[in-house]
């Protein structure tokens, strides 16, 4: 099960690697230049926690990468029990910050079990799928829904943690379509999601927290209340928007150091790299991600088998998803959700899960050859 040889370096899905690499160091010297201290008050030290979490993140990768990722597709089960049981662990003696409860505290660390359970959802849906080649019917689905679906679904909420839920429904989705659906049955959800879509509306609207509200009251119509609910897209906008198109330069923002834009190292820093770097540097910046992606699909297509295929498809998809959704909150065409962006945002946890993530996407490119088994 653990072999790394020469013929396993040389089919080692460098591409990936290098291309979130490549991230990670551009997201650890935004985070530098988003938290730097103004005058002579001390340096904040999130660049630094965030350069110790790469490193523990590059050894979990090269890690997940010895392992033959068929076992995941074995263990997938326990892995997703003991995911919802740490998220119901979170309801009842979580953490509490920034008005949610989602973090499990050991003293001398906190991490979010939502971040790692994305995965595991992808690999239990995974393996669940793999296991008929016949596209989905409504009872098959139905089961998913019950089975595995609902029960994190309405644990995320309850914490809130809407970013994750959203989510898990998402990938479920896109990975429910990729399975394949009977014609009839695509036919009828979309008939029920129309008919259906202003009562569901109307029950998460009552079960949502008044700065949830706000935010997408915020989202609609942002000049509502410009120095209240609409200030982080507002803030997020004028950082962008001064980048204009070679930026300001590298230490020369202002948005974040002086304080006009909150959560400028975790969920808004595009912004913040958008103000340094313009539009030029934001156009390389997504290029990085573009390739990931590409390749991400191209790890799909060239999988050995149906459980590789959705597994490499469900967590290019959940970066995609982190990326379309991050980058759009920040140009005020999303709704601020509180999705990071992959390998950019500070955050252990994140940066770890992500590079879990993308340690089985090379995984499953490296062992496609028949000689790794």
Known sequence: MFRIDRRFLQNFDWVTFLTIISISFIGIITIFSATRQLGDSPQASFYIKQIIWLAISICA???????????????????????????GIVLVAGRVGMGAQRWISLGFFSFQPSEFFKLIFIIMLSGYYSLSQEALDTSRLLRVCFMIVLLPFLLLIRQPDLGTAIMIFLIFASLSLAKGLRKKLLVILVIIGMVSLPFIGNILWTGLKDYQKNRLIAFIDPQTDPTGIGYHINQSKVAIGSGEFAGKGFLKGTQGPFRFLPEKHTDFIFAVFAEEWGFLGSLFLLALYFILLIRGLDTARKAKD?????????????????LFVNVGMTLGIMPVVGIPLPFMSYGGTALLSNFISAGVLINIRTRRFSLFY
């Open 61 to 87: 990768l090269f890690v997940i990468v010895s392992f033959d990722y068929t076992w995941l597709g074995r263990i997938a089960l326990p892995l997703y029990i003991t995911g919802v049981v740490l998220l």
């Open 306 to 322: 149906d459980f590789s295929r959705l597994l490499a498809l469900g967590i290019t998809f959940m970066f995609s998803i982190y």
